[in-house]
Nanobody, 111 residues
């Protein structure tokens, strides 16, 4: 079993940047894939990006070229660097691994 804690959300203007962190504890050796998801009010939770234990990455089309997922194995942390943020990126962002979810971190993009 793993435990995930997200941080780094906040309020940012359109065009701005934020870096989210997902700190993982527990059975981290068992993790193959870590994903970032987001859920806007009234919408279903949607996948944003993933990174495998071999460092392979994949992104949802609307964030390609703007978001970068990375990992620091020494810190058991996965990051989501978000650049050129848009109002439609506003959501609660969650990380997921081994069918476990963190509590989420709010990202609001507004002027």
């Amino acid at each position: 079993q793993v435990h995930l804690v997200e941080s780094g959300g906040g309020l940012v203007q359109p065009g701005g940047s934020l870096k989210l962190s997902c700190e993982i504890s527990g059975a981290v050796f068992s993790i193959d894939v870590v994903g970032w998801y987001r859920q806007a009010p009234g919408n279903q939770r949607e996948w944003v990006a993933l990174i495998t234990n071999r460092g392979r990455t994949n992104y949802e089309d609307s964030v390609k070229g703007r978001f970068t997922i990375s990992r620091d194995n020494a810190k058991n942390t996965v990051y989501l660097q978000m650049n050129n943020l848009k109002p439609e990126d506003t959501a609660v962002y969650y990380c997921n691994a081994e069918e476990e979810w963190g509590q989420g971190t709010q990202v609001t993009v507004a002027s």
